[in-house]
């Protein structure tokens, strides 16, 4: 079954830890991205990779970080320098086969006790 | 950065009225993109739009990219209950390096 899967879909933190969200694709896109929701807001784009083993800052990513190490999984890390990190990721592909698309994985609510 | 403009921030319909929002920005974009969420889940893509003025249906829903290249619609016809969610869009800006920018978003709401 072809797609984008996020794991786990809830997941529960405690201050001062580290966190590895996971995203994983069979889709056989380049681009992968990594997205925060909060309540009230737009998108807002945390880290991109148009390739393996490179990847680039997005607006707000100060306190996370990611890896590229297979074209299938794209992970990001929530450090505990993140000042508020509870909220929902969101992965997404990138393709251009057919114009410039992205596609959503179901997410993950990451919640900080 | 760049900012997209939704609106309405929601809407509350009888089922079986039609429905229309739109999102306007001060810059041009080259792709504009529609989105439904449900609550808890990923968006999931309705419509994709490349060109200046094309106009895209999928089903009941149908959206336009803008001749300005500033904006775009999204429409519903003949509202059903499961059409209850968040719509978004998204677009990205000419000169962008494969980022996108997105709207706030349209809750939708339909009385059965």
Redesign the interface.
């Known amino acids: 079954d072809g797609g984008i899967t996020q794991s786990p879909k809830y997941l529960f933190r405690k201050e001062g830890q580290n966190v590895t969200l996971s995203c994983e694709q069979n889709l056989n896109h380049d681009a992968m991205y990594w997205y925060r929701q909060d309540p009230g807001q737009g998108l807002r784009l945390i880290y991109y990779s148009q390739i393996v083993n490179d990847f680039q800052k997005g607006d707000i990513a100060e306190g996370y970080s990611v890896s590229r190490e297979k074209k299938e999984s794209f992970p990001l890390t929530v450090t505990s320098a993140q000042k508020n990190p509870t909220a929902f990721y969101l992965c997404a592909t990138r393709t251009d086969l057919v114009g410039d698309t992205q596609y959503f994985g179901p997410g993950t609510r990451l919640t900080v006790l | 950065?760049q900012q997209?403009n939704q609106s309405p921030q929601s809407m509350f319909i009888q089922e079986g009225e039609d429905v229309s929002m739109n999102c306007t920005s001060s810059s041009i974009f080259?792709?504009w993109?529609w989105?439904k969420q449900d609550p808890?889940?990923?968006?999931?893509?309705l419509i994709?739009l490349?060109k200046a003025g094309e106009l895209t249906s999928n089903g009941r829903l149908t959206a336009q990219f803008g001749i300005t290249r500033k904006d775009s619609f999204l429409n519903i016809s003949a509202s059903i209950p499961s059409d209850v969610g968040i719509y978004?869009c998204?677009g990205?800006p000419r000169g962008s390096?494969?980022?996108?920018?997105?709207?706030?978003?349209t809750l939708l709401t339909v009385n059965p």
């Open positions: 950065g997209l080259n792709t993109l989105y808890g889940e990923g968006p999931v893509l994709a490349y978004f998204a990205r390096n494969y980022k996108l920018t997105f709207g706030k978003g």
